[in-house]
């Protein structure tokens, strides 16, 4: 036991209700007090954490009532940035939340079940190949945005000097090259499949890290109670055993999921994105707020982000976390 | 016959062992294509960068795309080694703060008893949930109203909240047997000193991880230049790099230059990577939220 010594209970006792509550206040303080260095040592992270996470967090939940342009003071406007949100905002409605929702659906699910694949996979190969085979595979993941966007504006570049389309012409599936970023029917396409390429991150190392703590005597007693092949053994008993690590890899997939929806934007170069055809909740969230400068309406953009990121985590936790019996 | 033997013992591959061996390889090789395409476009001369078919291997290699990138560009409104410093600066102490400030954060979460413990640790665990971009616009209003705009707090301080370093810190130093503290409590050690001779060795691998993660997070970022420098001299490379790709949707020009300061952003992070790969599977065995 560090810093805190139990204070004995007997201490109270005295009165009830009111003189209770007072105790108890005194009592916390005093603790709080004894605990100085515990404060102390948390101190900076919290001061950095409270600045630059909650105090945007909480003040996104106020601008996005009032309208604001950043120079003039806000003025509130009670649930009009909402209903603008809900009924004027064709863009939105027409194209954002659609990309949003189909990139999500899409690069979530599928990019989580690669993971989970590549992680178990790698588990099987000799061991002297592992930390080659991670290494290739995580690489994508930390090449990050600019450099990203070198490889694949060049790869998908628009002209018959783009690799894809090179390669296209030479095989005479097409006959004139297809600008890949910029037409609204491939944009999306591309940044799904760039995104998937790059999404083997913390995730994947970390569901990998799960698998190999799992106790082989499990899987032992598994074969005895009758599980014939591998399908079964990561359904009852991988899966089951390492689901701490499901829980914190898919929080992960989802974070970097939303955040990636930016690819659109530095692929084709512009914002908006070509006919709106890439174009995510992050996007419009950039264009209303440092293009337009409608910050008011722009944080009630965000906080709808925050507001969906919360909701799609809190799904996974009904699905993936440990429930109080386990 | 022996050869083979010794093979097996190697490598016991049963054939459907061997199909997994060949489906991970093929995935591997897809995701290091572009990265090896990289490699051979940044040191691409002029001549082979315009042939027409693209050739995907280089075949004379030289460094005229990074003398371009170092040289030429000068003409521009800044030299790039500007843009190089920037980078280093702000990545370097942004690593060091980021990983002093989590190990204490952590230790204090998971070695000490105080109120308000427990619900730091959950809000920590939601912010986990959250990505800092969703709320862009309040963080730079936040900057502005600090005056931290065109200085390198405004690079270093928004980067410094990593909740995800602290949360695996946290995690890492709770399996750290807590009689191997009290035993240096009980030789009369005060807490910093248990802090920094007994527990900060013991969590070595959580501590690197954190680095790493930093690393990753300042170095390709490109955010805090384009939102809260208006002063050029105050960007930092990826963001150099950006412009020069913004470009380059359409046409090839600068394509050699561009890849060359891509592999430049690149490399120092595979470096890292290589070097504490161990560390981060280790930390990660303990990434579990209950």
Redesign the interface.
């Known amino acids: 036991m560090n810093g805190a010594t139990e204070i004995p209970a007997a201490k109270g006792k005295i009165g009830m209700g009111r003189r209770r509550l007072a105790n108890k206040a005194a009592f916390v303080w005093d603790d709080m007090k004894r605990n100085k260095l515990a404060y102390l040592f948390l101190a900076p992270f919290l001061l950095c954490f409270f600045i630059f996470i909650i105090v945007p967090v909480l003040s996104a939940s106020l601008l996005a009532f009032t309208r604001f342009n950043s120079i003039e003071a806000p003025v509130f406007v009670g649930l009009h940035n909402f209903k603008v949100m809900f009924t004027e905002d064709i863009v939105l409605m027409k194209y954002v939340i659609a990309n949003t929702f189909f990139f999500a659906v899409f690069v979530g699910p599928v990019g989580y079940a690669l993971q989970f694949l590549m992680a178990w996979l790698i588990l099987q190969i000799p061991k002297k190949l592992r930390s080659l085979y991670t290494m290739a595979i995580y690489v994508p993941s930390i090449a990050g945005g600019v450099m990203m966007s070198v490889i694949w504006v060049i790869a998908f570049s628009g002209d018959r000097y783009g690799y894809l389309n090179q390669f296209l012409l030479y095989c005479g599936f097409i006959d004139t090259p297809i600008a890949f970023t910029q037409s609204s029917g491939y944009l999306m396409g591309v940044m799904i499949f760039v995104t998937l390429w790059s999404s083997m991150g913390v995730g994947f190392l970390s569901l990998q890290a799960g698998m190999m703590t799992v106790d082989p005597q499990l899987y032992e007693a598994g074969k005895m109670d009758g599980i014939r092949n591998r399908i079964q053994e990561i359904w009852y008993i991988t899966i089951p055993a390492m689901k701490p690590q499901m829980l914190f890899s898919a929080v992960m997939g989802i974070v970097g999921a939303l955040k990636a929806g930016g690819i659109g934007v530095q692929l084709s170069g512009t914002n908006p994105t070509p006919n709106y055809a890439g174009q995510m909740l992050q996007n419009h969230i950039e264009d209303f707020g440092f293009i337009r400068y409608e910050l008011g309406y722009a944080t009630a953009l965000s906080l709808m982000l925050l507001v969906l990121m919360y909701i799609i985590n809190r799904a996974c936790f009904r699905l993936l976390g440990t429930k109080e019996d386990e | 016959m022996l050869l083979k033997k010794r093979l097996k013992k ?4 049963t054939v459907p ?1 061997g199909l ?2 060949l ?3 093929l ?6 294509i ?2 090896i ?2 490699f051979n ?1 940044a040191f691409k001369p002029l001549s082979e960068l ?1 042939l ?3 050739r ?1 291997f280089v075949n004379n290699p030289s460094f005229h795309n990074f003398y371009d990138l170092f040289f030429a560009l000068k003409l521009s409104v800044l030299p790039f080694s500007r843009y190089v410093f920037n980078s280093v600066v702000v990545t370097a102490i942004t690593i060091i703060a980021a990983v ?3 190990t ?2 952590a ?3 998971s ?7 427990d619900w ?1 640790f959950s ?2 665990i ?17 900057v502005t109203k ?1 005056g931290l705009m065109n200085s390198y707090s405004g690079h270093i ?2 980067h ?2 990593l ?2 370093c ?1 949360f695996l810190i946290k995690q890492f130093m709770d399996q750290i047997p807590r009689e191997l ?1 009290e035993a240096a ?1 009980i030789d009369g050690a005060s ?1 910093w000193r248990i ?1 920094a001779t007994v527990v900060v060795p013991n969590v070595k691998p959580a501590i690197g991880t954190a680095a790493i ?1 930093t690393f ?1 997070a300042v ?2 970022d ?1 955010e805090t230049s384009t ?1 809260f420098m208006t002063d050029e001299s105050m960007k930092t490379l ?1 963001y150099f ?2 412009t020069m ?8 020009a600068r ?1 050699g230059a ?2 060359a ?2 592999l430049l ?2 490399i120092p ?2 470096i890292i ?2 070097i504490l ?2 560390c ?6 303990n ?4």
């Open positions: 190697l490598y016991p591959l062992d997994r061996l489906f991970v390889t995935y591997a090789i897809m995701s290091v572009p990265i395409y990289i476009t315009f027409y078919p693209p995907f002093v400030i989590s204490m954060g230790y204090s979460l070695r000490m008893r105080f109120p308000g413990k730091i809000v920590i939601i912010s986990l949930m959250f990505s800092p971009e969703a709320v862009k616009i309040t963080r730079y209003l936040v600090l301080l928004p410094l909240a909740p995800i602290i503290s409590k807490e802090f993660l990753q170095w390709g490109t939102y990826p790099v950006q790709t913004g470009g380059l949707t359409t046409v090839v394509q561009s890849a300061a891509g952003l690149f992070n595979l990577f290589v790969q161990r981060m599977i280790n930390t990660l065995v990434s579990g939220i209950k």
